[in-house]
T-cell receptor, first 115, second 114 residues
């Protein structure tokens, strides 16, 4: 059981380049999330999708777009990368049942450097 | 303004002793609290959680205590083991809506020496 899978694991971009971070979960979860983690900081929510077909902004959405392609997949796109977007990006998913309220399961992360 | 605060960036404990990690929150709407553990180059993994209707939840060596009046929770690890060395994040959420975001603290790095 793979859980939450993120690709790529590492990426180096030049300022202004674009790229898409991919995330897929095989737990049949309804909700999916994208977070970023910077040194000495906790995880901050970029965007989330409560269910297939819906997306909402989190705490730090500027410079990002997302697509909930289907129930399994949730991608994060950087249209014009900036050095401030150098970070580790984590995708997560949650079942949202009463029993498993708000327990989110995370992927291994994508380490992105923007030069 | 930080809604979830972990004021100790690091904690060092000897193997076999108790580790106590602390977390404070400011938002009285938070009703569910979680602890995550993170090893280097891996994603956070869920450790234990507690609902605001409880004041204690126990799972093996891990116990979480919640003091709502003080807006404070703590994670106790007894006995501590070298494999517990990791970064521990406290997180909180409010409400029952699907897709409720977690608000994370900055983390506490626990080092357990043998």
């Amino acid at each position: 059981n793979a859980g939450v899978t993120q690709t790529p694991k590492f990426q180096v971009l030049k300022t202004g380049q674009s790229m898409t971070l991919q995330c897929a979960q095989d737990m049949n979860h309804n909700s999916m999330y994208w977070y970023r983690q910077d040194p000495g900081m906790g995880l901050r929510l970029i965007y989330y999708s409560a269910s297939e077909g819906t997306t909402d902004k989190g705490e730090v959405p500027n410079g990002y777009n997302v697509s909930r392609l289907n129930k399994r997949e949730f991608s994060l796109r950087l249209e014009s990368a900036a050095p401030s977007q150098t970070s580790v990006y984590f995708c997560a998913s949650s079942e949202d049942s009463t029993y498993a309220k708000n327990i989110q399961y995370f992927g291994a992360g994508t380490r992105l450097s923007v030069l | 303004d930080q809604q979830v605060k972990q004021n100790s960036p690091s904690l060092s404990v000897q193997e076999g002793r108790i580790s106590i990690l602390n977390c404070d929150y400011t938002n009285s709407m938070f009703d569910y609290f979680l602890w995550y553990k993170k090893y280097p180059a891996e994603g956070p993994t869920f450790l234990i959680s507690i609902s605001s209707i409880k004041d204690k939840n126990e799972d093996g060596r891990f116990t979480v205590f919640l003091n709502k009046s003080a807006k404070h929770l703590s994670l106790h690890i007894v006995p501590s083991q070298p494999g517990d060395s990791a970064v521990y994040f406290c997180a909180a959420s409010a409400g029952d809506q699907a897709g409720t975001a977690l608000i994370f603290g900055k983390g506490t790095t626990l080092s357990v020496s043998s």
